[in-house]
């Protein structure tokens, strides 16, 4: 059981937009500390998508984007593209003094 | 440029003692507010953080894994060293380790990640 909670999968159409959300509690999100996003494509590392709540990485397009709000927080995807299909996973820090991630979410490009 | 490579065994049997070794290059780990953490995945399951150390050689461990945990940093050899004693058939999978910036912060570069498969 994650300490981050997110939806298991996710799907849309080529061009749409999807969210993906991430809910935590007052003790990591809600605590006021910053979540961050990563892409696993099949077979491969996780690769930093959003840092602090809302910044992308050099090169991360800007059809992804973050957003917090409370005690959750989600990862916006615009113009979805074939590509786009993999895991995505939150992440954030907790008041025990330990990094924790969200429970991962598939996303099918239908 | 920053890379990150694991080593270790591949196979280990169930109640020996896992060592990897994180070897970094393009970062120092005397840099204030970077660390190195290690993170594993079971096959088709999700990411588990399980350490980290910082610049400082603060450690901060998973509540649940943390009696079974040590992590170390050798600084002049660019490296990190993850230890788990008691190893079990249910941690086998995919152990990675990653720069980690910021006190509470996120892992921006990663390695490639080793297989590890626990089994008699």
């Known amino acids: 059981q994650s300490v981050l909670t997110q939806p298991p999968s996710v799907s849309g159409a080529p061009g749409q937009r999807v969210t993906i959300s991430c809910t935590g509690s007052?003790?990591?999100?809600?605590?006021?500390?910053?979540v961050h996003w990563y892409q696993q494509l099949p077979g491969t590392a996780p690769k930093l998508l959003i840092y602090d709540n809302v910044n992308r990485p050099s090169g991360v397009p800007d059809r992804f984007s973050g957003s917090k709000s409370g005690t959750s927080a989600s990862l916006a995807i615009t113009g979805l593209q074939a590509e786009d299909e993999a895991d995505y996973y939150c992440q954030s820090y907790d008041s025990s003094l330990s990094v924790v991630f969200g429970g991962g979410t598939k996303l099918t490009v239908l | 440029q920053i890379t990150l490579k694991e080593s270790g065994p591949t196979l280990v049997k169930p109640t020996q003692t896992l060592t990897l070794t994180c070897s970094f290059s393009g970062f120092s780990l005397s840099t204030s507010g970077v660390g190195v953490g290690w993170i594993r995945q079971p096959p088709g399951k999700a990411l588990e953080w399980l350490a980290l150390?910082?610049?400082?050689?603060?450690?901060r461990y998973s509540p649940s894994l943390k009696t079974r945990l040590t992590i170390t940093k050798d600084t002049s050899k660019n490296q990190v060293v993850l230890t788990m004693t008691n190893m079990d058939p249910v941690d086998t999978g995919t152990y990675y380790c990653?720069?980690?910036?910021?006190?509470?912060?996120?892992?921006?570069?990663w390695g490639q990640g080793t297989l590890v498969t626990v089994s008699s």
């Open positions: 990653a720069q980690y910036f910021g006190t509470s912060g996120y892992h921006d570069y």
């Open positions: 150390i910082y610049w400082d050689d603060d450690k």
């Open positions: 007052n003790s990591n999100i809600g605590a006021g500390y910053d």
